[in-house]
């Protein structure tokens, strides 16, 4: 199995948990500034994020650097249909890229440079493969957003206490 075959097979399964959970998201009026603490990212922003971060496998795969300037502005979904629709392109993209990667082009260095600094660089297996965990961190954070809202969580790895587990006896 190559490494990028076996990082399709990570991908994929993150990726269905993580719509499972986008598609809960309420992006309207009364959800979308939420924020449980002062530091934290309001919802609409932590949603729209997680959605975007598949496409920078597609990044990371196809550039040896990307650098973002001071005074970025991100983008944010206007409703939970618009969070879905960046997000299913998100993964097509990534998925496509991881597709047609070779295992030369992944043991090549990427580098993420904010105002011409380096913030982070490794090869593209170790940068893939954070930023599924990084989806996966932030997935989580989202699910207590939604937990505080009081908006059932679906399993991800098996059931979740939302899904009726444990059984009672």
């Known amino acids: 199995m190559t490494t990028c075959q076996t990082l399709t097979v990570d991908f994929e399964e993150e990726m269905k948990n ?10 309207d009026d009364a959800h979308r500034d939420y924020k449980p603490h002062a530091k934290s990212m309001p919802l609409a922003r932590l949603a729209t994020h997680v ?6 496998v597609k990044t990371a795969i196809e550039t040896e650097v990307l650098e973002m ?21 998100a993964v097509k993209s990534g998925r496509a890229a991881i597709a047609v990667a070779t295992d030369e082009e992944m043991g090549k260095t990427w580098s993420f440079k904010f105002a011409g600094q380096v913030a982070f660089a490794g090869l593209r297996t170790q940068v893939v493969r954070s930023f599924i965990n990084h989806l996966v961190h932030h997935r989580a954070q989202l699910g207590v957003y939604l937990r505080l809202n009081n908006i059932a969580i679906p399993g991800m790895y098996g059931p979740s206490a939302d899904d009726g587990w444990p059984p009672k006896s």
């Open 51 to 56: 959605a975007e971060l598949p496409s920078w």
């Open 69 to 89: 300037q001071p005074g970025f502005k991100p983008k944010i979904a206007g409703s939970t249909t618009e969070l879905l629709e960046i997000f299913d392109e």
């Open 18 to 27: 993580t719509r499972k959970l986008l598609a809960l998201v309420p992006i």
